[in-house]
């Protein structure tokens, strides 16, 4: 074996995993076919759920680019801002912030705890067996291969690890073609818009093209726009094809000065049927592709790494339960199928299929949304605050299987919140008058830190077990309720 794990894919998803299982101790192998990012950024912004989520590694502090001021998300451009803050978060404006800086916080992380990066090493060959997997690799070098015990695909929409292990990916194939182009002006008219507003007040229409028109914050703009035409994924995107975007729908005074990324993209929505296939698992875009509408792949992708992250550390460490690293699959794979439902659900809204039907249709669903709780259940669903895991064993409870909200805590040590006392990427039992005592810490083997606090307002329960990724697997005032059952499915065997 050269390395436990191999991660092929230096997109969020695998950095993020590559990240978790450095964080653990897991030797690992990140290979990016690319000698260097393209520096195109496909998302510009990030989820609620994924600043939480980077909150909870101490990552989020460090990105000084992040932007919080843009109010609300949105669902398919409807004109009205989703509101996140009946999810209790501390994050309820949607990030603005480009991918690649995303990329470039994980990849400073990775280099902090040693994880090595292979760029432009492309995976061309994959064969299993019951010890490990063997990857064929194409780099500067020649061919070569890397044995690990187990090979994540993070490598994105076409995926080569998803084609090479013989993953079944149904779903539909694209209907449409559309641009993402980020780009500089000559001239523009008054219709070009500026500074930070509500996304929705991006979106236009007109002459048969539908287009969402933002600035980057450098000068430059990022340009989505769609029309009836299909044009092949392959085929360069031209100065000639965003001009005339950009005069049909801002007027013929807007004049493009030049390119500087474009690249296609399509509404096609598939998933593969098993996120893992014996020492084969997959991730994010590998895993499932839809319009990204909405702006929800890069919160898929890292919350993906974030479930697969610590299981895979426990399989690897031997303290994993029966089954514990098949409940990635069970536990990730209904939230992808969602995300693939609302995308093509939005895509009827987003010029396409535009008519009488399409517009009374958008007017019915603004004016649900426009209600507290039409809003509070689209806003959870895009956001993914709403999200819970199925934990049958455990008594029920509201927080099971929820995130744990980021609440304030005053423990032995002083004032604190609960992300921060996630940052081991172990898990966390809040003792909130149980009297467990932080001496039982020692007896689970390290894997969970007992953290006594003061009973929390808003959180009825004296004790809450809270898993790495952040969700609560067991809360409640009676300890012997099923509290060690949790601690064996979800830690290994308990000696408390
Ligand atoms: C126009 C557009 C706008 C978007 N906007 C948003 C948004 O605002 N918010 C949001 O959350 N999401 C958005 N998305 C979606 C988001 O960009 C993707 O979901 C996200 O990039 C997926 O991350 P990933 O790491 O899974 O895959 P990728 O980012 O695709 O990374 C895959 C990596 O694998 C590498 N790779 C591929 N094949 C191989 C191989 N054979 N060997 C080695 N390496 C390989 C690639 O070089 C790449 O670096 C948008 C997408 C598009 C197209």
Same mark, same amino acid.
Request: aromatic share 6%.
């Given at each position: ?54 909150? %909870? ?39 603005? %912030? ?47 291969r890397l044995r690990g015990r187990y090979l994540v695909g993070c490598d994105g929409a076409h995926s080569s690890v998803r084609k090479l292990a013989g ?42 093209y539908w287009t969402l028109l933002h600035p980057l914050g450098d000068g430059a703009y990022r340009m989505i726009f769609g029309n009836a035409e299909r ?15 950009? &005069? ?71 303290? #994993? ?15 992808? #199928? ?22 009374? %249709? ?34 029920? &409870? ?25 940052? &081991? ?45 952040? &969700? ?25």
């Amino acid at each position: 074996m050269n390395t436990e794990v191999i991660v092929v894919g230096a997109g969020p998803t695998g950095l993020m995993l590559a990240a978790e299982l450095g964080l653990a101790g897991i030797d690992t192998v990140v290979l990016d076919r690319l000698a260097e990012p393209t520096g195109q950024s496909k998302a510009g912004s990030l989820q609620p759920r994924s600043a939480e989520v980077l909150d %909870l590694r101490g990552l989020l502090d460090h990105l000084s680019e992040a932007d919080r001021s843009r109010p609300g998300g949105h669902f398919a451009g409807l004109p009205v801002a989703l509101d996140n803050t009946p999810w209790q978060t501390r994050h309820p404006n949607p990030v603005t %912030l480009p991918q690649v800086a995303l990329e470039r916080l994980l990849a400073d992380r990775l280099a902090e705890l040693g994880v090595p990066v292979l760029r432009g090493h492309e995976l061309v060959d994959l064969t299993q067996d019951d010890d490990g997997v063997t990857a064929g690799t194409r780099g500067p070098d020649g061919e070569s291969r890397l044995r690990g015990r187990y090979l994540v695909g993070c490598d994105g929409a076409h995926s080569s690890v998803r084609k090479l292990a013989g993953f079944a990916f149904p779903g539909k194939a694209g209907t449409m073609s559309a641009v993402a182009a980020d780009i500089e002006f000559a001239a523009t008219s008054d219709l070009v818009p500026t500074g930070q507003r509500f996304f929705g007040d991006y979106m236009r229409r007109g002459g048969g093209y539908w287009t969402l028109l933002h600035p980057l914050g450098d000068g430059a703009y990022r340009m989505i726009f769609g029309n009836a035409e299909r044009r092949d994924r392959h085929a360069p995107v031209t100065d000639a094809e965003v001009q005339a975007a950009l &005069h049909t729908v801002y007027g013929p005074e807007t004049t493009l000065a030049r390119i500087r990324h474009a690249s296609r993209f399509s509404d096609a929505n598939r998933q593969v049927e098993r996120y893992r296939s014996d020492r084969v698992l997959l991730a994010g875009d590998a895993a499932h592709i839809h319009l990204p509408a909405g702006g929800q792949g890069v919160n898929l992708g890292l919350q993906d790494a974030f479930n697969l992250g610590w299981k895979l550390a426990a399989q690897l460490r031997g303290w #994993a339960s029966d089954g514990l690293l098949d409940t990635y699959h069970d536990e990730r794979h209904p939230v992808g #199928a969602r995300v693939l439902r609302n995308a093509a659900a939005q895509s009827v809204f987003m010029g396409i299929g535009e008519g009488t039907e399409v517009a009374a %249709l958008r007017e019915v669903v603004t004016e649900l949304v426009t209600t507290p709780d039409g809003n509070r259940y689209i806003s959870g669903m895009m956001s993914a605050l709403d999200l819970r895991y199925d934990m049958p064993d455990a008594p029920a &409870h509201e927080l099971l299987g929820r995130r744990m909200p980021d609440v304030d805590l005053v423990t032995d040590a002083g004032p604190t919140r609960f992300s921060r006392l996630a940052g &081991h990427g172990g898990g966390v039992l809040l003792d909130l008058g149980a009297g467990i005592g932080p001496a039982a810490s020692a007896q689970l083997g390290g894997r969970v830190g007992v953290v006594p606090a003061e009973p929390v307002p808003g959180v009825d329960a004296s004790a809450v077990l809270v898993r790495p990724d952040g &969700h609560v697997c067991w809360a409640g005032d009676d300890v012997a309720d099923g509290l060690d059952r949790a601690l064996a499915r979800w830690f290994g065997q308990p000696a408390r």
